[in-house]
């Protein structure tokens, strides 16, 4: 079985900004939410590296950990998705998450926060395969459809990969040997419980 | 007499299966770490080799 993951190599990324850009027009997301984000480290100083990071789809999810309703779930594929229908918008999960993934983009009463939004690798929720209520919730399932998450697939550097972990890692592997250096896949340590073997 | 009498039977048929109920004193309806919501129809399909393929197609360096 595939193990999905998401891997930005900071080497690549030109801040572009492209892959939030996709994610927010195929999903329709609201304005002044975005399920992804580029991190600029070191702005205009020598040594200035971007990383694209979203939801990392962890293999041990901190924010189905701390869910009070129990409303995520994990793909066989590794994908960590949830139920808008079981979220109260607590807000546990964004404290929990190292990656900042979890989104409010709705407002419930009292001005509180409403339904939890974040990346969900392209593949939906827990309704049935791209109809009107899950591009309306969750946006659309390209993984139903047998494509890949559109922020990596329209990554003009190549600098975000997103799919089967052991060929993201192949690839990478490949990168780092010729360009030389050392290997940084960055939040693969907290995410995926990564460790080089150079370490 | 015969009044009374009734009264009383007519309370005992009204309060006996109050009697009989049941409520829950439980405060949490809640059993951590058991996901109950919707299934998600996507889990039935295997899509490996085809995701796989696209990969190739899209990602990998030129």
Not at chain 1, 24 to 53: A, F, M, Q
Not at chain 1, 75 to 83: A, N, Q, S
Not at chain 2, 27 to 50: I, M, N, R, S
């Amino acid at each position: 079985m595939a193990r999905m993951k998401f891997l930005c190599d900071a080497e690549r990324c030109i801040n572009c900004n492209a892959c939030v850009t996709a994610c927010n027009n195929e999903h329709d997301v609201p304005w002044g939410i975005n399920r992804r984000h580029v991190i600029t480290l070191k702005d205009g100083e020598s040594g200035e590296k971007s990383v694209s990071v979203a939801c990392m789809h962890c293999t041990d999810a901190p924010c189905a950990a701390v869910c009070p309703v129990d409303c995520f779930y994990t793909t066989p594929d590794g994908i960590v998705l949830h139920d808008k229908d079981l979220c109260i918008g607590c807000g546990y999960c964004f404290y929990a998450c190292p990656f900042g993934a979890p989104q409010f983009p709705e407002q419930g009463v009292f001005a509180a926060r409403s339904k939890m939004d974040k990346c969900t690798f392209c593949a939906g929720g827990p309704l049935p395969d791209n109809s009107v209520e899950e591009y309306q919730k969750y946006g659309r399932n390209r993984i139903a459809e047998g494509k890949l998450p559109l922020c990596a697939e329209m990554c003009a550097t190549k600098a975000l990969l997103g799919g089967d972990g052991n060929i993201v890692s192949e690839i990478y592997i490949q990168r780092v040997t010729k360009r030389g250096g050392r290997p940084e896949a960055w939040g693969w340590e907290t995410a995926y419980n990564f460790k080089s073997k150079k370490e | 007499m015969n009044h009374i009498s009734y009264i009383l039977m007519v309370c005992a048929l009204l309060m006996g299966p109050a009697a009989c109920s049941y409520e829950s004193r439980q405060t949490t309806v809640h059993e951590p770490g058991v996901y109950k919501g919707a299934k998600d129809p996507l889990l039935a399909q295997q899509k490996q080799q085809e995701l796989i393929d696209r990969f190739k197609l899209v990602q990998t360096d030129r």
